[in-house]
T-cell receptor
Framework: QKEVEQDPGPLSVPEGAIVSLNCTYS??????FMWYRQYSRKGPELLMY????GNKEDGRFTAQVDKSSKYISLFIRDSQPSDSATYLCAMTPVPGTSYGKLTFGQGTILTVHP | ETGVTQTPRHLVMGMTNKKSLKCEQHLGHNAMYWYKQSAKKPLELMFV???????ENNSVPSRFSPECPNSSHLFLHLHTLQPEDSALYLC??????????????FGQGTRLTVV
């Protein structure tokens, strides 16, 4: 069993749709959760991070963590063609470990068409 | 110079060649990492360096040899690679706890093709 499971998609939605991206994990030591966005031919860039169960909102993006279910989500509201990218969930145990020592999901390829 | 810079961006090498990948970070971080990104697989952590010292090697074959001469520079020396080593190699850096931890920032990667 993979430590982090993420549906690779691909996911194709019309502009303006609400997008839901999800990951499940098996290691209960994970406490710090991140979403990275990776455009084609680019490195991953950090989109959002959360440290505890609950919701965190940043503009059109909402990150949700449910530690009891070992399930994290990223919601994108009013999706735009510029949101087309691969979305990677990542996680790490904290504190006392490196913030760069991450376990990643496989990534979900998202296309938002006009 | 932007945060984490990797060179070259693309590399094609034969199985008997020796080449090196370079990474430089301009963020003042004290930790650096090598990740491998293969098609249809999650990013895999290869090596971790904290304050220039290697603290983790995730069972990486010896044909990959990292070097960290200072906290701003990281190299990955490659020799006698196999075609299955073809992948995107990503460098990242972060600041460890104690002086203010940060999340990892990634470079744009080196696309390696082994022929």
């Amino acid at each position: 069993q993979k430590e982090v499971e993420q549906d690779p998609g691909p996911l194709s939605v019309p502009e303006g749709a609400i997008v839901s991206l999800n990951c499940t994990y098996s290691n209960s030591a994970f406490q710090y959760f991140m979403w990275y966005r990776q455009y084609s031919r680019k490195g991953p860039e950090l989109l959002m991070y959360t440290y505890s169960s609950g919701n965190k909102e940043d503009g059109r993006f909402t990150a949700q963590v449910d530690k009891s279910s070992k399930y994290i989500s990223l919601f994108i509201r009013d999706s735009q063609p510029s949101d087309s990218a691969t979305y990677l969930c990542a996680m790490t145990p904290v504190p006392g470990t490196s913030y760069g020592k991450l376990t990643f999901g496989q990534g979900t390829i998202l296309t938002v068409h006009p | 110079e932007t945060g984490v810079t990797q060179t070259p961006r693309h590399l094609v090498m034969g199985m008997t060649n020796k080449k090196s990948l370079k990474c430089e970070q301009h963020l003042g971080h004290n930790a650096m990492y090598w990740y491998k990104q293969s098609a249809k697989k999650p990013l895999e952590l290869m090596f971790v360096y904290n304050f220039k010292e290697q603290t983790e090697n995730n069972s990486v074959p010896s044909r990959f040899s990292p070097e960290c001469p200072n906290s701003s520079h990281l190299f990955l020396h490659l020799h006698t690679l196999q075609p299955e080593d073809s992948a995107l190699y990503l460098c990242a850096s972060s600041q460890e706890e104690g002086t203010g931890a940060t999340e990892a920032f990634f470079g744009q990667g080196t696309r390696l093709t082994v022929v």
